[in-house]
């Protein structure tokens, strides 16, 4: 950049982020109310509980591109009583073309 006016930096960085914008595209798999599944409660007054995600799950495509394929796979522990709505019981692992990209907390 090297300007020394804040407004043509300002000028600058948004054409940049135009660029940017214009070139990719965000895909969601999964929005943060996805069931991923069902998980059993030791020495719980509920037996099992759902597993889901605590944030939405998007991966980013270059556009006119193919899209990437990502997997997801769920690592959960044994979960015993008591746990409440948000406690974190595993991690929710995305991988793109067999790389892990991200781990979210479920």
Request: charged fraction near 30%; aromatic fraction near 4%.
């Amino acid at each position: 950049m090297g300007v020394s006016d804040s407004k043509v930096r300002n000028v600058e960085i948004s054409e940049m982020l135009n660029f940017a914008f214009a070139q990719y595209e965000t895909e969601q798999l999964l929005s943060k109310n996805s069931i991923l599944g069902t998980v059993e409660i030791e020495k719980g007054t509920k037996k099992y509980v759902n597993v889901i995600p605590l944030d939405k799950v998007t991966i980013l495509n270059k556009k006119g591109n193919q899209k990437k394929t990502a997997t997801y796979e769920l690592e959960l522990g044994k979960i015993k009583a008591p746990i409440k709505n948000g406690d974190v019981i595993g991690e929710l692992i995305i991988k793109e073309n067999d790389q892990v990209t991200r781990r979210i907390g479920v």
